[in-house]
């Protein structure tokens, strides 16, 4: 996939998002791998998301170890399925914060492409390499940054599927947590299942790109 493929597929996300109202701040990002580099496309510290442009993106090093752009290096290194990264902020995801953070397994799909349920990360200036390297080691794609989401996905579309996936199911158990009624979780031996299929996913997509190319497209469930 040529740079120009990427920058446009990397902003036609970021807008995706901003309309779901998920990137609303400046303090939102969205990144993208460039295949056979060591080196990323960046988006970030836009006012208005749905205006940016090519002239917004940046593009930084995958051995960054400095500010926002430290932190999505560290995901790529600790990763090498990964494809794409975002910073997010949905309102799903701010009410979960308030339940502590951490998103049980509900649905089948949630635990098939979001991986195993994790706590929420310290704040963003204490998310150092050695953090990054054990929270997404298992394969898990999502995780809470203070109020905010931080999801990966082997592509940019399945990047914006997970963080969709992800606030959809905030949503659900926040509504269910409010409620007052027992919420109940999927069983253990659907999950370690579903955990071995997205671990055999992401491998092949680390394949891929060790190769320099983007992994082929895999169907949502």
């Given amino acids: 996939m040529e740079r120009t493929q990427i920058e446009t597929q ?7 998002l901003a309309a779901k109202g998920f990137f609303n701040t400046p ?10 580099t060591t080196e990323m496309i960046l988006a970030s510290g836009q006012e208005d998301w749905r205006r940016m442009g090519t002239a917004d993106l940046e593009t930084a090093s995958l051995l960054a170890h400095e500010g926002l752009s430290g932190l999505h ?9 990964v494809g794409a990264v975002a910073i997010s902020s949905p309102k799903g995801v701010r009410l979960l914060a308030a339940y502590g953070g951490q998103l049980p397994p509900l649905f089948d799909e949630q635990v098939r492409h979001l991986g ?22 298992r394969g898990t794609n ?31 158990y926040v509504i269910a947590k409010a409620s007052g009624n027992r ?8 999950r370690l299942i579903a955990n071995r299929r997205l671990l055999r996913e992401e491998r092949r997509a680390a394949a891929s790109y060790r190769k320099g190319q983007i992994p082929e497209r895999t169907v949502a469930y």
Wanted: glycine fraction near 6%.
């Fill in 73 to 81: 290096a560290a995901i790529y290194q600790a990763r090498a399925d």
């Fill in 116 to 137: 195993l349920s994790i706590g929420p990360l310290p704040d963003e200036e204490n998310v150092n390499r050695e953090v990054v390297r054990k929270t997404f080691r």
């Fill in 183 to 190: 919420v109940g979780f999927i069983p253990l031996w659907v």
């Fill in 27 to 36: 303090a939102n990002s969205f990144s993208m791998r460039i295949p056979g």
């Fill in 142 to 172: 999502a995780a809470l940054l203070g109020e905010r989401l931080l999801c990966l996905g082997m592509t940019c579309e399945r990047l914006l599927f997970n963080t969709e996936l992800f606030e959809k199911c905030a949503q659900s």
């Fill in 10 to 16: 990397l902003l036609e996300g970021c807008r995706r």
